[in-house]
């Protein structure tokens, strides 16, 4: 199939007009590094060609380097059918045409490229060395004006094709065509013209890809070299001056600044971290996706700098931006995958869900943002994550001083705990791991604390009942509610008592758990409906002994005025288990029955 593709294009190639689709099928065909090729490497010639051509002067051979062991033979084959029909030939004339355009030139000139290795110096080289130095000299000549002719988009694979020969046939000019490829592209990118700077971007793009990746680019050019250019020529300044608002056109400066990583200067991190000022969501957007992909390779010096900037924008942007600079920052957390950057970008986060004036919901987002850092395994040690469980306790144990500020950080606080102890807690290979549990329950007094809390946060919305007493909108510092306190304390009292084993003991802080009676300044309906509900859900996570002195104590002095249909049910299930518990009662199938 392969020589019937030879012989068709051998034949096609001498006619009008050039068959740039069909050259580009033959590059593939005569690539050594093709599947085909790589898994026939080690075949030998099938037909010997100095009969063909006489001694010495065929157009393909294998490289004596490779002859013993990756002799391709099968490639020589292909390589010296074409020439034999007329291919090499056909190509030359074209080559020497005039009046040829520049997308046909690249076409003829890269299947050539591809296999420069296996042609022989002798019988090629005279044919290709004046079409080597002809284009060099055109695309030195070509001019500004000249930019943004979409035939110039041929120009970076034509100089890649060049290379390619140069290697083979010319390696003194390997380093002009280099500088050649890299200087068009500058050319390009100072256009004026998007495509011209868009076929740039895509261009070094895929140099820095060929420069950086683990198998060898043959024509790649070398990375260090890359990088010096970049940064001698501020590649990334001319880029950023660029349409910053088309998504695609962020993507391909991504790959730039990737590469540049440390060797990006605090002053040009300066300069795009301005570009975003006064501009559309788009366009910011796109700069914190460049922002975060550079970050990943900051040093500390480029990351403090980093975090300066941010600082500064949060004193002046509106909440809208805020929220676009936190989403910044657990970016540049989560894809970091570096202890120094990690912790660094958790204790900033940590900061701005303090701040006093901050609103709810930029507290609840930062502190997402927080948790979903704490909770990656590899980026974050198990010391990170009970240092601010720690954190988190000393804010919940500020709530019980009077007339604290802090007191408006026990919500998230406790929310944070929460979450933060149910991440240590999530099933690991098919075992749990309870020792924060152990250790919040044996070194914190954790129920005592966070009851404690709950009686102060209660007693701070009483004080700040409004005419028509406490209900559960009652603002209890101006940013949560009465509702919001309860369920915090509540959740995680009732995950915690599930959680820990042996159940801790509630004597110590029954008393303030006790269901509440009817006061109409200091209980609401809301109070006595949660703790209706909240007792019959964790009745079972509390003792036998517990749970009968609540029921007595508690339960059955109740007013009927007081009982409604989550009374009812916390009425019923204590009813049933203390008298189970007692014996008074037992089971027979879904039934209970009184012990005679």
Same mark, same amino acid.
């Given at each position: 199939?392969?020589?019937?593709?030879?012989?068709?294009?051998?034949?096609?190639?001498?006619?009008?007009?050039?068959?740039?689709?069909?050259?580009?099928?033959?590059?593939?065909?005569?690539?050594?590094?093709?599947?085909?090729?790589?898994?026939?490497?080690?075949?030998?010639?099938?037909?010997?060609?100095?009969?063909?051509?006489?001694?010495?002067?065929?157009?393909?051979?294998?490289?004596?380097?490779?002859?013993?062991?990756?002799? +391709?033979?099968?490639?020589?084959?292909?390589?010296?059918?074409?020439?034999?029909?007329?291919?090499?030939?056909?190509?030359?004339?074209?080559?020497?045409?005039?009046?040829?355009?520049?997308?046909?030139?690249?076409?003829?000139?890269?299947?050539?490229?591809?296999?420069?290795?296996?042609?022989?110096?002798?019988?090629?080289?005279?044919?290709?060395?004046?079409?080597?130095?002809?284009?060099?000299?055109?695309?030195?000549?070509?001019?500004? %004006?000249?930019?943004?002719?979409?035939?110039?988009?041929?120009?970076?694979?034509?100089?890649?094709?060049?290379?390619?020969?140069?290697?083979?046939?010319?390696?003194?000019?390997?380093?002009?065509?280099?500088?050649?490829?890299?200087?068009?592209?500058?050319?390009?990118?100072?256009?004026?013209?998007?495509?011209?700077?868009?076929?740039?971007?895509?261009?070094?793009?895929?140099?820095?890809?060929?420069?950086?990746? =683990?198998?060898?680019?043959?024509?790649?050019?070398?990375?260090?070299?890359?990088?010096?250019?970049?940064?001698?020529?501020?590649?990334? =300044?001319?880029?950023?001056?660029?349409?910053?608002?088309?998504?695609?056109?962020?993507?391909?400066?991504?790959?730039?600044?990737?590469?540049?990583?440390?060797?990006?200067?605090?002053?040009?991190?300066?300069?795009?971290?301005?570009?975003?000022?006064?501009?559309?969501?788009?366009?910011?957007?796109?700069? +914190?996706?460049?922002?975060?992909?550079?970050?990943?390779?900051?040093?500390?010096?480029?990351?403090?700098?980093?975090?300066?900037?941010?600082?500064?924008?949060?004193?002046?942007?509106?909440?809208?931006?805020?929220?676009?600079?936190?989403?910044?920052?657990?970016?540049? &957390?989560?894809?970091?995958?570096? @202890?120094?950057?990690?912790?660094?970008?958790? *204790?900033?986060?940590?900061?701005?869900?303090?701040?006093?004036?901050?609103?709810?919901?930029?507290?609840?987002?930062?502190?997402?943002?927080?948790?979903?850092?704490?909770?990656?395994?590899?980026?974050?040690?198990?010391?990170?994550?009970?240092?601010?469980?720690?954190?988190?306790?000393?804010?919940?144990?500020?709530?019980?001083? +009077?007339?604290?500020? #802090?007191?408006?950080?026990?919500?998230?606080?406790?929310?944070?705990?929460? *979450?933060?102890?149910?991440?240590?807690?999530?099933?690991?290979?098919?075992?749990?791991?309870? =020792?924060?549990?152990?250790?919040?329950?044996?070194?914190?007094?954790?129920?005592?604390?966070?009851?404690?809390?709950?009686?102060?946060?209660?007693?701070?919305?009483?004080?700040?009942? &409004?005419?028509?007493?406490?209900?559960?909108?009652?603002?209890?510092?101006?940013?949560?509610?009465?509702?919001?306190?309860?369920?915090?304390?509540? %959740?995680?009292?009732?995950?915690?008592? #599930?959680?820990?084993?042996?159940?801790?003991?509630?004597?110590?802080?029954?008393?303030?758990?006790?269901?509440?009676?009817?006061?109409?300044?200091?209980?609401?309906?809301?109070?006595?409906?949660?703790?209706?509900?909240?007792?019959?859900?964790?009745?079972?996570?509390? *003792?036998?002994?517990?749970?009968?002195?609540?029921?007595?104590? %508690?339960?059955?002095?109740?007013?009927?005025?007081?009982?409604?249909?989550?009374?009812?049910?916390?009425?019923?299930?204590?009813? @049933?288990?203390?008298?189970?518990?007692? +014996?008074?009662?037992?089971?027979?199938?879904?039934?209970?029955?009184?012990?005679?």
């Amino acid at each position: 199939m392969l020589m019937l593709l030879i012989e068709l294009v051998a034949e096609r190639i001498k006619q009008e007009p050039i068959p740039s689709g069909l050259l580009g099928v033959l590059t593939m065909a005569f690539n050594p590094d093709n599947e085909y090729h790589f898994k026939n490497r080690m075949k030998m010639c099938q037909k010997n060609w100095a009969d063909v051509f006489g001694e010495g002067n065929t157009f393909a051979l294998s490289p004596a380097s490779a002859m013993q062991k990756e002799p +391709h033979g099968w490639l020589v084959d292909l390589v010296n059918r074409f020439g034999e029909l007329g291919g090499f030939s056909a190509i030359q004339s074209k080559l020497n045409s005039d009046n040829i355009e520049l997308g046909a030139v690249s076409a003829l000139v890269q299947p050539l490229g591809v296999c420069a290795e296996y042609l022989n110096s002798t019988t090629v080289q005279p044919m290709l060395d004046h079409v080597i130095h002809k284009m060099i000299k055109y695309v030195q000549n070509v001019e500004e %004006k000249d930019l943004k002719d979409k035939r110039l988009v041929s120009i970076p694979e034509l100089l890649s094709a060049i290379k390619l020969l140069c290697m083979r046939f010319q390696p003194d000019l390997v380093n002009a065509v280099d500088d050649l490829r890299l200087d068009i592209l500058l050319r390009m990118l100072k256009s004026p013209h998007f495509s011209a700077k868009m076929n740039s971007l895509k261009e070094v793009t895929k140099l820095i890809e060929d420069s950086t990746l =683990s198998k060898s680019v043959k024509n790649a050019i070398d990375t260090d070299r890359l990088l010096d250019w970049l940064v001698e020529n501020s590649v990334l =300044s001319i880029a950023l001056e660029g349409n910053i608002d088309q998504a695609q056109y962020c993507d391909r400066i991504k790959g730039i600044i990737e590469l540049l990583g440390s060797k990006l200067s605090l002053d040009e991190l300066s300069k795009i971290w301005k570009i975003q000022s006064g501009q559309s969501s788009t366009v910011i957007e796109n700069i +914190h996706t460049i922002i975060a992909a550079a970050a990943v390779k900051f040093n500390p010096e480029q990351l403090n700098h980093l975090f300066v900037l941010i600082q500064k924008s949060w004193e002046t942007e509106s909440d809208r931006v805020r929220q676009k600079l936190l989403s910044l920052i657990g970016r540049i &957390g989560r894809e970091a995958r570096n @202890e120094t950057t990690t912790g660094k970008v958790l *204790e900033v986060l940590w900061d701005l869900a303090h701040l006093p004036t901050l609103p709810s919901n930029l507290i609840q987002q930062a502190l997402e943002e927080h948790l979903t850092i704490l909770s990656d395994a590899y980026a974050v040690k198990e010391t990170v994550k009970r240092s601010y469980i720690i954190k988190c306790i000393e804010d919940i144990k500020k709530s019980s001083q +009077h007339n604290n500020p #802090q007191v408006v950080w026990v919500v998230p606080a406790l929310r944070q705990l929460h *979450e933060i102890t149910r991440s240590f807690n999530k099933q690991t290979y098919q075992k749990q791991d309870k =020792s924060i549990i152990q250790d919040l329950k044996k070194n914190f007094e954790i129920v005592k604390l966070v009851t404690a809390s709950l009686v102060a946060c209660h007693r701070l919305a009483v004080n700040a009942v &409004g005419p028509g007493g406490l209900v559960g909108s009652t603002l209890v510092d101006g940013r949560y509610t009465y509702r919001e306190y309860l369920e915090a304390h509540l %959740k995680f009292l009732a995950f915690f008592l #599930q959680e820990a084993t042996p159940v801790p003991r509630l004597e110590p802080c029954q008393r303030d758990l006790g269901v509440p009676r009817h006061r109409p300044r200091r209980v609401c309906e809301l109070d006595r409906e949660m703790c209706f509900e909240w007792f019959t859900k964790g009745q079972h996570d509390l *003792e036998s002994d517990v749970q009968q002195q609540l029921f007595k104590e %508690k339960i059955l002095k109740l007013e009927s005025y007081e009982i409604t249909m989550n009374g009812f049910s916390l009425f019923k299930t204590f009813f @049933e288990n203390v008298n189970l518990c007692d +014996h008074r009662l037992k089971r027979q199938g879904t039934q209970l029955v009184s012990v005679v």
